[in-house]
């Protein structure tokens, strides 16, 4: 199972842009699909989460800004981000809970994270 991030990219404040992550591999579920990030200097945090069943939850500081989506027919996660901050600059990482096929535990998987920087 592997995670593939892309979309990200500079951007001015203000702007927007829509990160895109998909799972591939042996996949029997997903249960959790999110997307965390990591300024330098700064350690990972929780931007968004998406849980079966519809489930999201935000971070503060991005909430009426970022949304977060699913297409589980794809194994894919989106972050759709707007009103982009200096603040927000970050490596944004992919994270899913997977349950591999033919196995009877969730596992957690990173992708290898895409550059978001938000500068003028």
């Known amino acids: 199972v592997q995670l593939v991030e892309s979309g990200g990219g500079l951007v001015q404040p203000g702007g927007s842009l829509r990160l895109s992550c998909a799972a591939s591999?042996?996949?029997?579920?997903?249960?959790?699909m999110a997307w965390y990030r990591q300024a330098p200097g700064k350690e990972r945090e929780l931007v968004a989460r998406?849980?079966?069943?519809?489930?999201?939850n935000y971070a503060d500081s991005v909430k009426g800004r970022f949304t977060i989506s699913r297409d589980n027919a794809l194994n894919m996660v989106y972050l759709q981000m707007k009103g982009l901050e200096p603040e927000d600059t970050a490596v944004y990482y992919c994270?899913?809970?997977?349950?591999?096929?033919?196995?009877?535990?969730?596992?957690?998987?990173w992708g290898q994270g895409t550059q978001v920087t938000v500068s003028s």
């Open positions: 994270y899913a809970r997977i349950r591999e096929r033919f196995v009877y535990v969730e596992n957690d998987y």
């Open positions: 998406d849980r079966s069943g519809g489930i999201t």
């Open positions: 591999g042996s996949i029997g579920s997903i249960t959790v």
